[in-house]
């Protein structure tokens, strides 16, 4: 079956980076586009970042535009999500996600069905 495994996240400083990883098992990684997600305590899991199954294109939400860059090895069948300036507000676990509905939006929810367990990132202040 999927697996989608996270790893690297941790504590930081504000304005530290971090990066995280995504490692994908039980599909074809290079036939998808994949996405990362984070959610917050109290907060509704939200849209990060999205990259196409050839890494040819990028999506990012507008609160880590210029701040995350998403990226993926094909051969390795890993995804990243390299954190820069990291604010405090970007405190959330994040969660890497294979995006299965093709014409799905890549910054919905409802386009991914496979999910990793999530890395939690916190910034302190």
């Known amino acids: 079956q999927v697996q989608l495994v996270e790893s690297g996240g941790g504590w930081v400083q504000a304005g530290g980076s971090l990066r995280a990883s995504c490692a994908a098992s039980g599909l074809t990684f290079s036939n998808y586009a994949m996405g990362w997600f984070r959610q917050a305590p109290g907060k509704e899991r939200g849209f990060v970042a999205a990259?196409?199954?050839?890494?040819?294109?990028?999506y990012y939400a507008d609160s880590v535009k210029g701040r995350f860059t998403i990226s993926r090895d094909n051969a390795k069948s890993t995804m990243y999500l390299q954190m820069n300036s990291l604010k405090p507000e970007d405190t959330a676990v994040y969660y890497c996600a294979a995006k299965t509905r093709k014409f799905g939006p890549f910054q919905s929810l409802l386009s991914y069905n496979a999910w990793g367990q999530g890395t939690q990132v916190t910034v302190s202040s």
């Open positions: 990259i196409t199954s050839s890494g040819g294109s990028t």
